[in-house]
């Protein structure tokens, strides 16, 4: 969610999120997959809304949000909060971690700048 929410990843549905069962029958939670910028940088604002709701919101999620569903599933402030600092600055390496792996400089400055004047 978070992830999702701070990166602006509005393609999060269901099949994104996946269970693996070990050979013992004990579930576990996949390693994550398809995270990514998923903005239409060319779309209208309603049209990049979140597949999944927060709070019951798909757009102009808050912090609050977040950690009111987090605070539901019975985790702590805390460690919502410390998720979300961490998640933030992870997404701020951004530019730093594409130019690492060669994505043209055209979408390291088109996503980079997004993500640093979003509110999200």
Avoid at 10 to 23: G, I, T, Y
Avoid at 64 to 91: H, P, Q, W
Avoid at 96 to 102: G, M
Wanted: glycine letters at 2%; aromatic letters at 12%; zero cysteines.
């Amino acid at each position: 969610m978070a992830f999702n929410v701070i990166a602006h990843n509005v393609d999060d549905h269901a099949k994104n999120f996946s269970f693996l069962m070990d050979r013992k029958g004990q579930w576990s939670l996949a390693p994550a997959y398809d995270l990514t910028f998923s903005v239409d940088l060319e779309a209208m604002p309603f049209e990049n809304f979140h597949a999944f709701s927060v709070n019951s919101k798909v757009s102009d999620i808050s912090d609050e949000d977040m950690l009111e569903v987090a605070l539901n599933f019975d985790l702590k402030k805390g460690d919502v909060l410390k998720v979300l600092d961490e998640v933030r600055s992870s997404v701020r390496m951004f530019p730093e971690i594409a130019q690492r792996n060669e994505v043209p400089e055209y979408w390291i400055e088109k996503v980079g700048t997004y993500l640093r004047s979003s509110k999200e």
